[in-house]
């Protein structure tokens, strides 16, 4: 977690399998569901357009769709796409990155969160929502790895 910049959310996480395993699970739908969210439409290409699908939660004014586009793909080693709620019409700015490092036998991957506005009391609600969510899912990609 990046404590020092408010408008970036870190998890650097090890896991002890190659990155080519790691690879197919971030960038494979059945896989994605099972750690991330189904998807509707995702495909491990720049410019496609698709969405994740998930519980609302309308305490945190969070619809359950979200908007994303794969915004820069380097295969094998990086992921990245725009993350917007599908149904708030508020553009967010986020970016979602995930970043691939052999590491020995196995893979570091930086998941990385950013664009939150520091200023703005909802998101700063979100960064610390969504961070702690991103620590949870990275548990359970690591479990989908193990499997």
């Known amino acids: 977690?990046?404590?020092?910049?408010?408008?970036?959310?870190?998890?650097?996480?090890?896991?002890?399998?190659?990155?080519?395993?790691?690879?197919?699970?971030?960038?494979?739908?059945?896989?994605?569901?099972?750690?991330?969210?189904?998807?509707?439409?995702?495909?491990?290409?720049?410019?496609?357009?698709?969405?994740?699908?998930?519980?609302?939660?309308?305490a945190a004014d969070f619809s359950g769709e979200i908007a994303c586009e794969v915004m820069e793909l380097v295969d094998g080693e990086r992921l990245a796409i725009s993350w917007t709620d599908a149904r708030t019409g508020r553009p967010d700015g986020w970016l979602v990155s995930w970043t691939l490092r052999a590491e020995g036998k196995g893979t570091r991957v930086i998941l990385r969160h950013s664009g939150f506005d520091p200023d703005d009391e909802i998101q700063r609600q979100a960064r610390t929502i969504m961070g702690n969510g991103w620590i949870r899912i990275a548990g359970r990609l690591g479990s989908v790895l193990d499997g």
Do not use: C, I, K, N
């Open 1 to 58: 977690e990046t404590a020092a910049d408010p408008r970036t959310f870190e998890v650097d996480q090890f896991y002890p399998h190659p990155p080519q395993r790691v690879w197919h699970a971030l960038t494979t739908p059945e896989l994605m569901a099972r750690w991330l969210m189904e998807s509707t439409g995702f495909a491990p290409v720049a410019g496609t357009r698709f969405t994740f699908h998930t519980q609302p939660m309308p």
